[in-house]
């Protein structure tokens, strides 16, 4: 290797390194005796690193993403990886972005106690079925997981908390929205507690066929997983179960402030619930859905339509001055983990604001937020992502 690019590569490890760094694992063993364990039977884990300084007594409880396995087939696949068993997960994870401690990283929330709860239930944390089958060995336990893993950081200090924030990506935002006032009941009576979902707002629509694709697929899910009973009461009085997985139905009577970060053409969102493989059979979509500049004309067309579709279900949010939203029009899926879309020069903006600085806004109260973008592509700042080719989304 020439000079020149061994210096390349030793600045960019050098960047690397200091915009993340890496955390411990923490299993939590007592979990097991209250019956709250992953699918395949073993503890729950999270990775926590403490806060310092002002932030000694703040608490960021980020949950990690992952879809949802909505049968014993797909339950039984996830029983073998790190998204139903803590023996699969990395000893230590990466933390950047919203869980950064460096204020030239993440201004409002570096010195917070940061925690990132590992996800292995597979419903999102809504999951309580008693019996295990005695051939599949499989446990639906995601809401007892839930409660251990809180009332194991209540114990290590939470309890003492001043400021606590439930946050998390994608399937783990949509469990920071379904237990958002449920987490407010954990923690002490004077703690501000607000909670944040990034790319967890998924919306019901039709899919490119006209099927009720998500629909269906929500159904498995809370049917497997005996969800229904840990879904919240003001919604599952109104409606069938499987409706309040979404939270245009249930956001408006949750009780705790709440702010949304989504992108309206969410990219996971395009792939799995507007033109998922089943609705596709001969992969016209494939392209569009690995990069939005190869979308044709007519693509962009209903994905526009979908866009339409998600800031109607917004209004689920209800009008409470409470609300906060970032929604932009990236083609992008989580946005707060990332350095490079959380907090950098070159982040997505909103009116000027990064998701930072928006959500940090927010939740200190020195400014309301709720704002959304133009349509793609006028927004310059995103970062839109494209995927491999080769990669097959589960669903
Ligand atoms: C499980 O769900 C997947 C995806 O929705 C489906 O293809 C499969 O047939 C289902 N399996 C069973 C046993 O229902
Ligand atoms: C946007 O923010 C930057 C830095 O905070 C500031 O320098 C600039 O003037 C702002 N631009 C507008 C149009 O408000």
Request: hydrophobic share 50%; proline share 0%.
């Given at each position: 290797m020439n000079q020149q690019w061994l210096y390349i590569l030793i600045c960019m490890l050098i960047v690397l390194r200091t915009e993340s760094f890496f955390v411990d694992i923490t299993i939590v063993q007592s979990a097991v005796a209250k019956g709250a364990?992953?699918?395949?039977g073993s503890p729950p884990a999270y990775h926590l690193d403490r806060g310092f300084g002002a932030g000694i007594n703040n608490w960021l409880v980020h949950i990690e993403g992952g879809g949802w396995c909505n049968n014993v087939t797909n339950c039984l696949a996830r029983r073998n990886n790190r998204l139903g068993s803590s023996n699969q997960m990395v000893k230590q994870l990466a933390f950047s972005g919203i869980l950064s401690n460096k204020p030239q990283f993440n201004p409002d929330f570096y010195n917070w106690n940061r925690v990132k709860v590992r996800y292995c239930d597979g419903a999102s944390f809504t999951g309580d079925v008693e019996a295990v089958n005695p051939v599949t060995k499989l446990y639906y336990r995601g809401a007892r997981v839930f409660l251990a893993v809180m009332e194991d950081l209540l114990a290590k200090g939470m309890k003492n908390a001043e400021n606590a924030i439930l946050s998390g990506c994608s399937a783990g935002g949509l469990t920071s929205i379904l237990h958002c006032d449920s987490f407010k009941a954990l923690v002490p009576m004077g703690t501000k507690v607000k909670c944040f979902a990034d790319a967890g707002y998924f919306i019901n629509a039709k899919d490119v066929s006209g099927a009720q694709h998500i629909e269906e697929f929500y159904n498995d899910v809370v049917t497997t997983h005996g969800s229904a009973k840990n879904l919240p009461r003001s919604c599952t009085l109104k409606m069938k179960p499987s409706l309040c997985f979404f939270p245009q139905n249930t956001a408006k009577d949750i009780q705790t402030p709440l702010f949304i970060i989504n992108s309206a053409i969410d990219s996971w969102q395009i792939k799995n619930i507007l033109a998922p493989g089943v609705a596709d059979p001969h992969g016209l979509w494939h392209n569009c859905k690995t990069d939005i500049n190869k979308c044709s004309v007519n693509e962009l067309q209903t994905m526009q339509g979908f866009r339409s579709n998600f800031i109607s279900a917004l209004s689920g949010l209800g009008p409470s001055a409470s609300r906060g939203y970032f929604i932009n029009s990236c083609y992008a899926h989580c946005q707060t983990e990332m350095q490079e879309t959380w907090f950098r020069a070159d982040s997505p903006k909103l009116f000027n604001k990064t998701i930072a600085k928006a959500v940090g806004d927010w939740f200190y109260d020195r400014s309301p937020f709720q704002k959304i973008d133009c349509p793609y592509p006028c927004d310059k700042t995103c970062h839109n992502r494209v995927f491999d080719p080769q990669e097959h989304p589960l669903i």
């Open positions: 364990v992953c699918l395949d």
